[in-house]
């Protein structure tokens, strides 16, 4: 008998493994809005960066110029290129505020031209880029929160439920993903408490406050809704936050790379174009 029971267990070992469990787990509006938005941001922030190089100071307050105390800086000297914040002061040459070109051009804009749109310094192009995708950022995002709302996204995806709140399963989450464990069956289709919150405050807050800011920095809106001025402390207070703002996106577009890079990049790929999803199998226990 145990000859046979030992057969039947090296044929079980050698069947075929079960087909992977597919979900639909990002519907098409979600699909649309993830492409759009990470063109439109990279076209944003490159344009940014040509804009910033016309005046690469920062101020707190109302009014900002040459003569006046930046908290941050980027700069150069006759022969090296710097970064400064606050008191504290990095050399950059080669790198940000002295650098040489493709030709062999030195150059002392404070972002080099691989960084920016146009690549040769124009203020007035990265102002028409800007503004354009400015435009496509700020339509594309209000049809998405309006779907994320009226939907079902908001409440199936993005609910934050109550017992996600507690302390222990947020530090739990947060040691899980420190350690690189990622979830595996039905969990894994699913949005955890941390990307939960990002998404949230990416869609619902930080987005919406980089609109409101950019709209501050425009003399005609300053006309028209004066009230955007004092809720900011001012324009170039607006154009600080707008600036910080700006790499936060940048630091959550790495951090999500990377994650995608660790939880499989093929199948968060295909998820993000097809929608469907293949669950990672159940670990052993």
Request: no cysteine; charged share 15%.
């Given at each position: 008998?145990?000859?046979?029971?030992?057969?039947?267990?090296?044929?079980?070992?050698?069947?075929?493994?079960?087909?992977?469990?597919?979900?639909?787990?990002?519907?098409?509006?979600?699909?649309?809005?993830?492409?759009?938005?990470?063109?439109?941001?990279?076209?944003?922030?490159?344009?940014?960066?040509?804009?910033?190089?016309?005046?690469?100071?920062?101020?707190?307050?109302?009014?900002?110029?040459?003569?006046?105390?930046?908290w941050f800086a980027i700069g150069s000297t006759a022969d090296t290129g710097y970064v400064r914040i606050g008191?504290?002061?990095?050399?950059?040459?080669?790198?940000?505020?002295?650098?040489?070109?493709?030709?062999?051009?030195?150059?002392?804009?404070?972002?080099?031209?691989?960084?920016?749109?146009?690549?040769?310094?124009?203020?007035?192009?990265?102002?028409?880029?800007?503004?354009?995708?400015?435009?496509?950022?700020?339509?594309?995002?209000?049809?998405?929160?309006?779907?994320?709302?009226?939907?079902?996204?908001?409440?199936?995806?993005?609910?934050?439920?109550?017992?996600?709140?507690?302390?222990?399963?947020?530090?739990?989450?947060?040691?899980?993903?420190?350690?690189?464990?990622?979830?595996?069956?039905?969990?894994?289709?699913?949005?955890?408490?941390?990307?939960?919150?990002?998404?949230?405050?990416?869609?619902?807050?930080?987005?919406?406050?980089?609109?409101?800011?950019?709209?501050?920095?425009?003399?005609?809106?300053?006309?028209?809704?004066?009230?955007?001025?004092?809720?900011?402390?001012?324009?170039?207070?607006a154009r600080s936050i707008h600036f910080i703002g700006a790499w936060a996106l940048v630091a959550f577009f790495?951090?999500?790379?990377?994650?995608?890079?660790?939880?499989?990049?093929?199948?968060?790929?295909?998820?993000?174009?097809?929608?469907?999803?293949?669950?990672?199998?159940?670990?052993?226990?």
């Open positions: 008998m145990r000859g046979w029971e030992g057969v039947l267990e090296t044929m079980t070992d050698l069947a075929p493994a079960p087909p992977p469990t597919r979900v639909y787990r990002h519907r098409l509006p979600t699909r649309i809005w993830h492409w759009v938005n990470a063109v439109t941001l990279l076209i944003l922030l490159m344009s940014g960066l040509m804009i910033f190089n016309a005046h690469p100071r920062l101020y707190w307050g109302q009014y900002g110029a040459n003569a006046d105390y930046a008191a504290a002061r990095v050399e950059t040459t080669g790198l940000l505020g002295r650098w040489t070109d493709a030709e062999g051009v030195e150059k002392t804009w404070a972002f080099p031209g691989w960084a920016t749109i146009p690549t040769s310094y124009s203020l007035a192009d990265g102002r028409r880029w800007h503004l354009l995708f400015a435009w496509v950022l700020a339509i594309s995002l209000t049809l998405y929160m309006l779907w994320t709302a009226l939907g079902g996204h908001l409440k199936k995806d993005l609910h934050v439920r109550r017992d996600e709140w507690s302390p222990r399963h947020i530090w739990h989450e947060i040691k899980d993903h420190a350690r690189l464990r990622f979830p595996t069956g039905a969990a894994a289709a699913r949005y955890n408490i941390l990307q939960k919150l990002s998404y949230i405050g990416i869609i619902f807050i930080l987005l919406p406050l980089m609109i409101a800011t950019g709209l501050t920095m425009s003399p005609g809106i300053n006309a028209a809704a004066p009230w955007l001025l004092d809720l900011f402390g001012g324009r170039q207070s790495l951090v999500h790379i990377v994650m995608v890079m660790l939880a499989g990049p093929v199948n968060e790929l295909r998820s993000m174009v097809t929608g469907w999803f293949r669950l990672p199998a159940e670990k052993a226990k």
